[in-house]
């Protein structure tokens, strides 16, 4: 009896104890969710992220992608002087923020300080008229984007040229202005201004991208693809033709690889390739007006890259063929509006060859009402930058030249088709016009028409430079990124351009070859990132006040309704303590 009576007295206390831990193991869960961070997603953005190289062993571009930060909008602490445009303020804490910044109002200086100090960013977030959105190749922009355009787009490329060449130790993105992101941005320009920037405490925005640290991209490839319209030989004759190349690269660089299309370069100059090509191969295929040259067109890779792919094609060749090569006609960014083009040669302009060439085009130009100017820079063969992608055939001694808009010959991984370089750079009756230089230059030698003002591609003939193709092709490269490294063998652009060849010439050949180990690229281009409105520890714990409370209330009052007030009391009681009787 007094062992029965002992077990019910311990199950007495232990099931209230047993019932009350239970209890309690529900509060904590909730309230452990009630202290967890109360997020709302605010929107979803498209970003792509500065571009991750080595040069020699060298890191450059940006060498992280993930993001998880709170958002602000200036390098200074806000309410600061500096936040409103003075000097006194003080630079900020911003090792755990992602700064969102307009190219609208740049202040460039700071920027460069900012990143030549090596100051360490949680992100950089860079946000750009939607002008230069690849996507927007049917808008013409609006009356309030035309002012600023030029402003942005000289602001654009000091800061691409700036981003490509640093090292920077954390993740820069670019993305693109829209309704939802400058919502967010206003609201964080807000709150940075009144002094209550996004922290743990305050709440605020927070920025989110989920990605892999980036990877080593192994053996990058580049794919050049040549066309051919043999020559007519007369009877008897057993001697290989002369031939003529037309060479374009279509390859192009920029800080952010996803949006580098290179309307002007060089997609001006592939376009330029591929209605040359459809013109001449109209000629050629009627025996009566095939020309005694054989023509031989070009699209090489690796051109921001000293034209490394040019070097291998050429290298490719057989002696005999190299040896037949008349001359070279390079193509490079002639889609400008303006009315001047340049000739760049190696050769001294003195050279036989070198002054046919620009008389040629100089006769035809001046027909067009076009200038066209001539550039000499002599190779430095211990040199191993090559600007030109004519110098890779002057150094194997073939003669060539390049045809540009560009007057000076571009530092490396400058003008390749970078951010600023979109459909709306380029002109489309500059290309056209592009075209008839150099197809009419080209027929006049091949038929023997110098210094005779005949049109063999006149507007009403139906050898006539077809706008349509043209801008239908500049509407394509305008939208596909082409950045060597990141095209594969059979990517959707380059079975476009062999077809668009094959369509027009015969025994296209495709040859890949593997980047030389100068360069070395990462993946991770692009990405989505994730806004989410924050809310305040402050308002957390006011939450957890609040929820703790009513289930406390919430307990009591079940306790007491089941078991009566005693058994609420006894559980707050010290339990008696059991001595062991010795014997």
Known sequence: MGSSSSERKSAAILEPTMYTASMMAVVVLILLAACADLCDGVTVVDVYRLVQYDLSGVPFGSRFASLNHHAASSLFSPGTAAASGGDSAAAADLSRTVLILPLRGLNLTLIREYIGQRKILGGLLFLLPSIFNPENVDNTGGTDDVPAEGVSKDILVELERLLIHANVPFPVYFAFEHDDINAVLADVERTDVAGQPATATTGGYKFVVAAREPRKIGSPTLT?????????????????????????????????????????????????????????????????????????????????????????????????????????????????????????????????????????????????????????????????????????????????????????????????????????????????????LVAESLARHIYNHEGKNINVFADDSNLAVNPSYIRSWLDLLSRTPRVAPFLSKSDPLIVALKKELTDHTVEVNVQHEVLDGLFTFYDSTSGKLHIYQVASVTFDLLLLLVLGSYLIILFSFLVITTRGLDDLISIFRRPPSRKVKTA
Do not use: M
């Open 224 to 436: 050049n693809i040549q066309g051919w319209l043999p020559g007519l030989k007369a009877d008897g004759d057993s001697n290989q033709l002369p031939t003529i190349a037309i060479v374009a690269s279509y390859d192009t660089f920029g800080a952010a690889p996803a949006l580098s299309v290179g309307s002007d370069s060089n997609g001006s100059g592939v376009v330029a390739l591929l209605e040359i090509a459809r013109l001449f191969s109209i000629l050629y295929s009627n025996p009566g007006t095939r020309g005694r040259y054989n023509l031989l067109f070009g699209l090489t890779s690796g051109g921001p890259y000293n034209y490394n792919g040019t070097y291998k094609w050429l290298h490719s060749f057989d002696q005999r063929l190299r040896e037949s090569i008349d001359y070279a006609i390079c193509l490079n960014s002639i889609g400008s509006s303006g009315d001047k083009l340049w000739v760049h040669v190696s050769k001294p302009p003195e050279n036989e060859y070198i002054k046919k060439i620009f008389e040629g085009i100089s006769s035809v130009a001046e027909e067009l009402g076009l200038n066209v100017g001539l550039k000499h820079k002599k190779i430095n063969i211990s040199n191993p930058r090559v600007a030109w992608e004519h110098e890779q055939f002057s150094r194997l001694r073939v003669t060539a030249a390049t045809l540009s808009e560009l007057s000076l010959a571009p530092e490396l991984l400058e003008s390749t088709g970078g951010l600023s370089d979109n459909r709306h750079v380029v002109n489309e009756a500059s290309v056209v016009r592009s075209v008839k």
